[in-house]
């Protein structure tokens, strides 16, 4: 996809744009890096915000870690587009691509394995991709609970836009080799998380909103598309109705909406 100011333009605000460009003229992208037609960014605001860009033939899909939950895209994600538009970064799948020819099994396999062991996200990602079975709800619980302590240590609150875009990509995984159940696994522990620490959320509200929705909506498809018995399928309501009749009530809609959808649709 061809990338312009204009373009650029149409995926935010006339106030974002401008500060955007200042956060660019400022030199306040830290790494920004490509591969295929994902680009990867570091930028420095109140604090390092992570920037994900993937490019389409015709969208852009960008993803940003910052509190930002207004119109269009934030003003991390536009210094970012405006730099690839200015100066492209080098494609290094390229490169890539020709060491990978040259190892062999042998050689990549331990070097995989030292890798997998020094990053548990792409641990999981690598067990997603080619293992029948994953973990529990409640170990990805777990983990999710986890990202909300560690952006409460510091405040009561969370003002930042927790970035979950590790465990929907585990469930599309899961989702795309047929995997329903794992898939509903993860992204339950996603719509129970989120709304469990409801409270806690003090910034980012329609990131989390967002969020909370696409995990109801995963988990709907995984479940319907597992075709399980009706014993299996009531306790996957239960999950819903669970969180539906819990002490956190802002959600309360939403999840008797997905569970209409589901008896509608069963």
Do not use: W
């Not at 061809?2 to 003229?25: M, S």
């Not at 062999?104 to 997603?128: C, I, K, M, N, T």
């Not at 009561?156 to 329903?180: G, K, M, N, W």
């Not at 819990?246 to 589901?262: C, G, V």
């Amino acid at each position: 996809m061809n990338i312009d100011e204009t373009t650029i333009r149409n995926l935010c605000t006339d106030a974002v744009f401008e500060r955007g460009q200042k956060y660019r003229n400022e030199r306040r992208i830290q790494r920004i890096e490509r591969f295929d037609d994902v680009v990867t960014a570091v930028v420095q605001g109140s604090s390092q915000y992570d920037v994900t860009v993937e490019l389409g033939e015709k969208t852009i899909d960008a993803r940003c870690t910052c509190p930002y939950d207004d119109a269009g895209e934030c003003k991390h994600v536009v210094a970012v587009l405006l730099d690839v538009a200015a100066d492209p970064p080098q494609d290094e799948s390229g490169r890539v691509d020709s060491v990978l020819q040259n190892v062999s099994a042998d050689g990549l396999r331990p070097f995989l394995r030292d890798v997998l062991a020094e990053h548990p996200a792409l641990r999981d990602q690598f067990l997603a991709r080619f293992a029948d079975t994953g973990k529990s709800v409640e170990e990805y619980r777990a983990e999710i609970e986890n990202l909300f302590d560690r952006h409460t240590q510091d405040y009561p609150a969370v003002t930042d836009a927790i970035d979950f875009s590790h465990f929907f990509e585990l469930a599309e995984q899961y989702h795309e080799r047929e995997r329903y159940l794992e898939a509903a696994a993860v992204y339950r522990a996603l719509f129970e998380g989120i709304d469990d620490n409801e409270v806690s959320i003090d910034a980012a509200y329609d990131h989390y909103a967002k969020a909370l929705q696409s995990a109801l909506d995963g988990y709907v498809e995984c479940v319907l598309a597992a075709d399980s018995d009706q014993d299996e399928f009531e306790k996957y309501i239960g999950a819903l109705e669970d969180q539906a009749t819990s002490e956190q009530p802002a959600n309360t809609e939403q999840f008797y909406r997905a569970i209409d959808d589901l008896e509608e649709r069963r």
